[in-house]
């Protein structure tokens, strides 16, 4: 009777952690689809917002050029301010980059001592 019960507990826990391993495996296919929408979707935003800025640069050209700017400067004018846009958002960038080389954790791990195997 003893070994019936045991054979019976190794059989539901293989069967709960089969069930939970196709549980995983279904929430990964979900998840590996959400992410390739979540990436198309977000290319197609980033489209989106390079057309709108284009058309924001060309409205600027034609005031710059309807005011009296010669359409050469109007367009120097803008390409520096592009540029100083581009320059200030590499700045911007480089800053948040401290934030992922994890140097609190990867001190905590130089303070560690070392485990003996």
Do not use: H
């Not at 979540?38 to 309807?66: D, H």
Request: glycine share 4%.
């Amino acid at each position: 009777m003893e070994k019936n019960n045991f054979t019976d507990l190794i059989k539901s826990s293989i069967s709960l952690i089969g069930g939970l391993l196709d549980l995983l495996v279904t929430e990964a296919k979900l998840a590996g689809k959400s992410v390739v929408v979540l990436c198309a979707m977000m290319a197609f935003i980033g489209i989106l917002c390079l057309s709108t800025w284009l058309c924001v640069l060309s409205a600027a050209f034609l005031l710059l050029v309807t005011s009296g700017l010669n359409p050469i400067s109007a367009f120097i004018i803008l390409a520096v301010f592009n540029l100083f846009l581009i320059i200030s958002m590499l700045c911007a960038a480089k800053s948040y980059q401290k934030n992922l080389e994890f140097s609190a954790t990867r001190r905590q791990i130089a303070n560690k001592p070392e485990e003996s195997s």
